[in-house]
């Protein structure tokens, strides 16, 4: 049986099975041996046992066509690259690396800045020129406004990587009542995994 690696947590993997559900599996003690490491959207077969409590074993890791270090996915379909305008300013040196090591995999990548409703209209052409020019797609928009989503939105590429929801906003003090935002983006921090957005049919 086929499925894909949804996500993965504490030496268990959830494996998406078309048309049979997710199944929680361990990787067997062979991948250690050959150094091999599963990696969320890995494309693998599994050894179902218990159907009934959807568990089983995964047998085999299939052929990539790409993977990244960091988040550690596989068979990456479309990368969206984000980045805040202003506070902070972006560090356009690590949004290059992070290009290039796309380029490396042969990922197709867009670009997003956040926060255009505190920069200002000249720096955000600017980049958005200088990127565009080099042949990436760029959006500018502001989550905490609302403005550019649907243009973001109609991007295509259903199957990307997230790392956390970017797009849902909450004023501060709702965020954390206490008013102390680094430790609430700490507990934040600690709480996320990589997972692959499902595949929606109705997208173009």
């Known amino acids: 049986m086929t499925g894909k690696i949804m996500k993965g947590i504490a030496g268990f ?3 998406d099975v078309e048309e049979s559900g997710i199944y929680e599996c ?3 003690g062979i991948f250690r041996k050959e150094g091999q ?3 969320v959207g890995d494309l693998v077969e599994i050894e179902i046992l218990d159907e009934a409590e959807k568990t089983g074993n995964m047998t085999r890791i299939l052929p990539r066509k790409n993977e990244l270090i960091r988040p550690a996915v596989a068979n990456i379909d479309q990368a969206l690259v984000i980045f805040a305008l202003e506070n902070p300013t972006p560090n356009l040196t690590l ?3 992070f290009l290039v090591m796309m380029e490396q995999q042969n990922v197709p990548t867009a670009i997003c800045f956040n926060k255009r409703d505190l920069a200002g209209e000249d720096y955000t052409d600017h980049l958005r020129s200088v990127y565009e020019n080099c042949g990436y797609r760029v959006f500018a928009v502001s ?3 609302e403005q550019g989503m649907p243009e973001r939105e109609n991007s295509g590429g259903s199957r990307s990587v997230r790392r956390r929801k970017i797009f849902d906003h909450k004023p501060d003090a709702e965020r954390n009542p206490d008013g102390d935002r680094r430790d609430q983006q700490k507990a ?3 709480k996320t ?3 692959p957005f499902p595949d929606d049919p109705d997208r173009p």
């Open 143 to 145: 989550a905490a406004k």
């Open 193 to 195: 995994h990589d997972a």
């Open 26 to 28: 361990k990787a067997k």
């Open 95 to 97: 949004l290059d690396r």
């Open 13 to 15: 993997y959830y494996v």
């Open 188 to 190: 934040e921090k600690r």
């Open 37 to 39: 490491k599963p990696l």
